[in-house]
């Protein structure tokens, strides 16, 4: 791999990650409800997500999608179920909440890191990058193993920073966002578009 090579899959992985997608979306939305300690525990879980992804890409992800399409497919079925249904319980958890004179319920550092392995491994995104865009930069003439560390250490870098600007974003937020009913049409809005990617997967797999 030369420089040239891997500074344009810096670039372009930059461009990329920083596009409002699902993992950014729930970083964005926890940090708004939960604050940035909290949502480390969900920033880990996307980031476990995205390596049993990148690991499963490797160790043939490409090989599935051309000799068995259907497991793929069912892939992101499944991932596409799990979007609508988080994002049916965020706008119906805001709904409950703005009308509940109760606290508010944290989830768990287990529930916290749990959703962030969900909501990566149905990351469409995330899915098409790893199985499509990522062999790209790999020359399978040359040893792989430092090529995949590159690759990986660089993602990673990438994708990390844009979750905490997307955590602290939302954190910096959370105090205007707590006048009237503010805060539940954002999450409302949040759901409304984890479903909207749902919609636009299954979409994708049933129309191609």
């Known amino acids: 791999m030369t420089l040239q090579n891997f500074l344009f899959f810096l670039i372009s992985t930059c461009l990329i990650s920083a596009a409002p997608g699902s993992n950014m979306l729930l970083a964005f939305q926890f940090g708004v409800n939960y604050g940035i300690k909290k949502t480390l525990w969900t920033?880990?879980?996307?980031?476990?997500?995205?390596?049993?992804?990148?690991?499963?890409?490797?160790?043939?992800?490409?090989?599935?999608?051309?000799?068995?399409?259907?497991?793929?497919?069912?892939?992101?079925?499944?991932?596409?179920?799990?979007?609508a249904y988080?994002?049916?319980?965020?706008?119906?958890?805001?709904?409950?909440?703005?009308h509940s004179d109760q606290l508010q319920v944290i989830p768990t550092p287990a529930q916290l890191f749990k959703t962030g392995v969900w909501v990566s491994l149905s990351n469409p995104k995330a899915i098409l990058f790893f199985a499509a865009f990522f062999p790209k930069f790999i020359n399978f003439s040359a040893p792989l193993l430092p090529q995949y560390l590159m690759l990986t250490v660089g993602f990673f870098m990438i994708e990390i920073t844009w979750q905490l600007v997307y955590t602290m974003s939302?954190?910096?937020?959370?105090?205007?966002?707590?006048?009237?009913?503010?805060?539940?049409?954002?999450?409302?809005?949040?759901?409304?578009?984890?479903?909207?990617?749902?919609?636009?997967?299954?979409?994708?797999?049933?129309?191609?």
């Not at 995205?50 to 259907?70: K, Q, R, V, Y």
């Not at 988080?86 to 703005?98: H, M, N, V």
């Not at 707590?178 to 049933?206: D, H, K, P, S, Y």
Request: proline share 1%; net charge positive; charged share 15%.
């Open 170 to 208: 939302g954190k910096k937020l959370s105090d205007w966002l707590q006048l009237g009913n503010r805060l539940m049409w954002l999450n409302r809005l949040c759901g409304l578009i984890f479903i909207i990617i749902a919609l636009a997967l299954v979409t994708e797999i049933f129309w191609h």
């Open 43 to 83: 920033l880990a879980g996307l980031s476990m997500g995205l390596f049993i992804l990148l690991t499963t890409s490797l160790l043939g992800l490409g090989l599935i999608s051309t000799n068995a399409p259907f497991l793929l497919t069912i892939i992101k079925v499944v991932g596409a179920l799990y979007l």
């Open 86 to 98: 988080l994002g049916i319980k965020s706008w119906r958890e805001a709904d409950s909440e703005f």
